[in-house]
């Protein structure tokens, strides 16, 4: 509480984002699209301005979220996405960043009354979100996305500065969830503002433009990411030691720790994407595990669809024995007895982003490729 009412007071006698203020910038602000990333905050919030803690039950949330301490909820994965409804010409969202490391930022999409969300990147410890909404309206509504995923640090929501909160518009009934890597975390794929090879190497993540967040929203559906960089379902790239079954019951995958409550969201279809990271592997192996982990998500979901995808940035001899392996994992299920499983393969190769990746394009046309897919497999 100490901490919380002398952040309260910062904000209120000057802003967060006072310039030469170490860990306390303005990470952007929200006009009409346009960002103003790390800009100096102009003044103090506007008279009148009321603080809404983050369990204000008008504060909405979509994805793996931890509400231990319901004050500051906590969250790692990509595609976490906070919503909000506010009155008056413009709100600030107080947030915290882990700051991993002692040097990682987290990016955040903002979309704000429908429009194009626009990306902006945290500076400090302790950040505030200047949102500004379109001319003329008075009532505004608000996503903020986490664009980055669990490697690069948690986010946790401190409250909002607004003249007034309202119910924002009621999520979608529908519900997806991606599992996959980095190709679902949306990594490598937003080259607007740092181009490959410079910068960090999650400067161009977007998970509000990943495949599964564009699919979702064709779908009109919520969605959850349960996707990691580099990671596999036997063999993890790039020293990680864990495996997607042993990260897909958390809520931090990259560090394998939080354990997720899955009574909290159950998902009408489950699509998973892995196989990249293995690279060719022995079919006994593969298919065995994939066989395990198949059951280790009908345990936890025991209604919904799952449908397994090829890699979507495979070369053409991996996509061969993808398409070997996975045909032979459903074909096993469906003798087996389970007639909610599926596979979708990919038409082609995409890898126009960074280190092979997908890029924007691409992603918007994976997306179109599994919406046309899942609209027809659940009749959406």
Known sequence: MKYLYGLLLGVLIGGMAC??????????????????????????PDAGAVFFPADNPNIQYMGRVDFSNPKLPRFWAPGVVVSLKF??????????????????HNYIGIAVDGRPAYRIKTHGQEDTLVITGADGAMEHVVSICKDTESGIGWL???????????????????????????????????????????G????????????????ARALKAQWHLT???????????????????EAFDKMNGRENTGAWDFSLYQPDVVTICLGQND???????????YLRFIGQ????????????????????ELTAVLKRYIGGVVAAMRRAGDERVSDYFFSRQWSHGCGGHP?????????????????GLMGW
Not at 359 to 375: F, N, P
Request: include cysteine; hydrophobic fraction near 35%; charge should be negative.
């Open 19 to 44: 310039a030469g203020h170490e860990g306390a910038t303005d990470a952007g602000t929200g006009n009409g699209g346009a960002t103003d990333s790390g800009a100096p905050d102009s003044g103090a």
């Open 156 to 198: 946790e929501l401190v409250g909002v500065l607004a003249d007034s909160l309202l119910p924002p518009p009621t999520l979608p009934e529908r519900k997806i969830e991606c599992i996959g890597n980095s190709i679902t975390c949306g990594a490598g794929m937003d080259l607007a503002d740092i181009p490959c090879d410079k």
């Open 227 to 245: 996707a990691v960089s580099g990671i596999g379902l036997i063999h993890s790239c790039c020293k990680m030691t864990e495996t997607m079954p």
């Open 200 to 215: 960090e190497w999650y400067d161009q993540h977007n998970a509000w433009m990943s495949y599964g967040a564009l699919t």
């Open 279 to 289: 690279g060719i592997q022995d079919s006994t192996a593969f298919c065995g595990a």
């Open 87 to 104: 009155r008056g010409p413009t709100c600030r969202v107080l947030l915290r960043d882990e700051v991993l490391y002692g040097k990682s």
């Open 297 to 316: 998500v009908r345990h936890v979901y025991p209604k919904a669809q799952i449908v397994l995808l090829t890699s979507p940035m495979g070369n053409a």
């Open 359 to 375: 890029d924007m394009g691409d992603h918007s046309a994976i997306a179109g490729e599994l919406t046309g897919y899942l609209r």
